[in-house]
C-alpha cells in the first residue's frame, strides 16, 4: 500500500503560529503582572516599617514633652525652666519661629515643631551607664549623653548629681548640692535630601541656672556644640508631616483635648494649653512607576487638593500611605 504524505497548509500553519504568539504573550503578560505585584507588595511592606518605626520613635520623644523635674519646688516651674529661645537663626535650628518662655510645644505653618523637656536625673543621659540608653535610644537625642567633664568622681556622694558643660574641678563643698537643671529641645521638620524628602530632627541640650529668667551656662549638640546642631534623619521618603494640636480650653484645666488645630489656629496664649498632639505622616515608595495613576492621600477623609493637603505631582506613580497617631502629653495630664 502507498500512504502519501502531506505536509501542512499555509492556514494550519498560521493558525499554529497564532496560538503559539497568544501563549507567549499570556506567560509575558503573566510574568509582567508578577513583577508590577512583587514591586507592590515589597513596596507596601517597606513603607509599613518604616512608618511603624517613625511613630515609635516620634511617640518616644514627645511622651516626655513638658517634663519637669520637680515643678511645685522653687524655680522649678515651667517659666523658670523653659527660657525665651529664639531657634529661628541659621546659628541654632533655623526653625523660623520662637520657643516663649514657659513654652514646651510650638509649631509653624510648614508643619515643622518643636518640643522641651527636663531631663529627671544622671540616668537619663549617662554615657557611662546602660540603663541610660532606654532613655537616649532615639536617633534625636542619642548623641546627648553627658561629657566626661559633666561628672563628680564616681566616689563622690554626689556623683548622681548634673554638672554644668566644662566643669574642670569638683567644688570643694559639694554636700546637699542641687543638681545642675538640664533641657533638651528638638526640632522635627521636613526637608530634601538631594530629591529625597525627610525626616530631620536637631536637638540640643542646655544646662541652666533655675530663675525668672533661667541662664544658659552651658549647651551641647550632636555636633559638640549648640552651634548650627547638626541634622539627624530620622527617616526618608517622607511626603508631608501634618501636625494639629489638641487644646485644653476648660476655664479648670483637666489634661483633655477640648479641640484640635494647626499651628496657625492655635494662637500665641494657647501653646500652653496644648496637651496633645496629632501626628499625619505621609510616606511614599522609594521606586516609582508603580501605581498607574496618580499618586493622592487623604487626611482624615479630607483628600488632598491646593485648598487642603498639596497633592503629589500628577506625572507621580509612587504609592502613597499616611500613618497617623495621636499622643496626649502625660506630663500635662499628671
Given at each position: 500500500?502507498?500512504?502519501?504524505?502531506y505536509?501542512?497548509?499555509?492556514?494550519?500553519?498560521?493558525?499554529?503560529?497564532?496560538?503559539?504568539?497568544s501563549?507567549?504573550?499570556?506567560?509575558?503578560?503573566?510574568?509582567?503582572?508578577?513583577?508590577?505585584?512583587?514591586?507592590?507588595?515589597?513596596s507596601?511592606?517597606?513603607m509599613?516599617?518604616d512608618?511603624?518605626?517613625?511613630?515609635?520613635?516620634?511617640?518616644?520623644?514627645?511622651?516626655?514633652?513638658?517634663?519637669?523635674?520637680?515643678?511645685?519646688?522653687?524655680?522649678?516651674a515651667?517659666?523658670?525652666?523653659?527660657?525665651?529661645?529664639?531657634?529661628?537663626?541659621?546659628?541654632?535650628?533655623n526653625s523660623?519661629?520662637?520657643l516663649?518662655k514657659?513654652?514646651?510645644?510650638?509649631?509653624?505653618?510648614?508643619d515643622?515643631?518643636?518640643?522641651?523637656?527636663?531631663?529627671?536625673?544622671?540616668l537619663?543621659?549617662?554615657?557611662?551607664?546602660?540603663n541610660?540608653?532606654?532613655?537616649?535610644s532615639?536617633?534625636?537625642?542619642?548623641?546627648?549623653?553627658?561629657?566626661?567633664?559633666?561628672?563628680y568622681?564616681?566616689?563622690?556622694?554626689?556623683?548622681?548629681?548634673?554638672l554644668?558643660?566644662n566643669?574642670?574641678?569638683?567644688?570643694?563643698?559639694?554636700?546637699?548640692?542641687?543638681?545642675?537643671?538640664?533641657?533638651?529641645?528638638?526640632?522635627?521638620?521636613?526637608?530634601n535630601?538631594?530629591s529625597?524628602?525627610?525626616?530631620?530632627?536637631?536637638?540640643k541640650?542646655?544646662?541652666?541656672?533655675?530663675?525668672?529668667?533661667?541662664?544658659?551656662?552651658?549647651?551641647?549638640?550632636?555636633?559638640?556644640?549648640?552651634?548650627?546642631?547638626?541634622?539627624?534623619?530620622?527617616?526618608?521618603?517622607v511626603?508631608?508631616?501634618?501636625?494639629?494640636?489638641g487644646?485644653d480650653?476648660?476655664?479648670?484645666p483637666?489634661g483633655?483635648?477640648?479641640?484640635?488645630v494647626d499651628?496657625a489656629t492655635?494662637g500665641t496664649?494657647?501653646?500652653?494649653?496644648?496637651?496633645?498632639?496629632?501626628?499625619?505622616?505621609?510616606?511614599?515608595?522609594?521606586?516609582?512607576?508603580?501605581?498607574?495613576?496618580?499618586?493622592?492621600?487623604?487626611?482624615?477623609s479630607?483628600?488632598?487638593s491646593?485648598?487642603?493637603?498639596?497633592?503629589?505631582?500628577?506625572?507621580?506613580?509612587?504609592?502613597?500611605?499616611?500613618?497617623?497617631?495621636?499622643?496626649?502629653f502625660?506630663?500635662?495630664?499628671?
Amino acid at each position: 500500500m502507498n500512504n502519501r504524505q502531506y505536509g501542512f497548509t499555509m492556514i494550519e500553519l498560521l493558525i499554529s503560529m497564532l496560538l503559539g504568539m497568544s501563549l507567549i504573550a499570556g506567560v509575558s503578560v503573566l510574568f509582567t503582572n508578577s513583577q508590577t505585584v512583587y514591586k507592590t507588595q515589597r513596596s507596601l511592606g517597606y513603607m509599613m516599617e518604616d512608618g511603624r518605626y517613625v511613630l515609635e520613635t516620634l511617640s518616644k520623644e514627645l511622651r516626655r514633652t513638658g517634663f519637669l523635674r520637680n515643678a511645685t519646688a522653687l524655680n522649678g516651674a515651667a517659666t523658670n525652666i523653659f527660657r525665651l529661645d529664639d531657634i529661628s537663626t541659621p546659628a541654632t535650628f533655623n526653625s523660623g519661629f520662637t520657643l516663649n518662655k514657659g513654652e514646651y510645644i510650638h509649631g509653624d505653618t510648614g508643619d515643622d515643631f518643636a518640643i522641651r523637656y527636663q531631663l529627671n536625673d544622671y540616668l537619663d543621659a549617662d554615657s557611662n551607664n546602660a540603663n541610660a540608653k532606654s532613655n537616649t535610644s532615639s536617633p534625636c537625642s542619642q548623641n546627648l549623653d553627658f561629657l566626661s567633664t559633666e561628672y563628680y568622681p564616681s566616689t563622690d556622694v554626689n556623683y548622681p548629681y548634673m554638672l554644668a558643660d566644662n566643669i574642670t574641678s569638683v567644688p570643694s563643698s559639694t554636700v546637699g548640692l542641687t543638681p545642675v537643671p538640664h533641657v533638651v529641645t528638638l526640632y522635627f521638620y521636613v526637608a530634601n535630601d538631594g530629591s529625597i524628602p525627610t525626616l530631620y530632627c536637631k536637638a540640643k541640650r542646655e544646662t541652666i541656672t533655675e530663675g525668672d529668667p533661667p541662664t544658659v551656662i552651658g549647651c551641647k549638640a550632636p555636633s559638640a556644640n549648640c552651634t548650627s546642631p547638626t541634622p539627624l534623619p530620622i527617616i526618608s521618603n517622607v511626603e508631608r508631616l501634618i501636625v494639629k494640636y489638641g487644646i485644653d480650653s476648660n476655664l479648670t484645666p483637666d489634661g483633655a483635648a477640648n479641640y484640635y488645630v494647626d499651628a496657625a489656629t492655635v494662637g500665641t496664649a494657647n501653646w500652653s494649653k496644648v496637651v496633645a498632639i496629632k501626628l499625619f505622616i505621609v510616606l511614599r515608595s522609594e521606586d516609582d512607576n508603580i501605581s498607574k495613576k496618580a499618586g493622592t492621600f487623604s487626611i482624615e477623609s479630607v483628600p488632598c487638593s491646593p485648598s487642603t493637603y498639596p497633592c503629589p505631582a500628577t506625572t507621580n506613580r509612587r504609592l502613597y500611605r499616611v500613618f497617623s497617631t495621636t499622643i496626649a502629653f502625660r506630663n500635662k495630664i499628671l
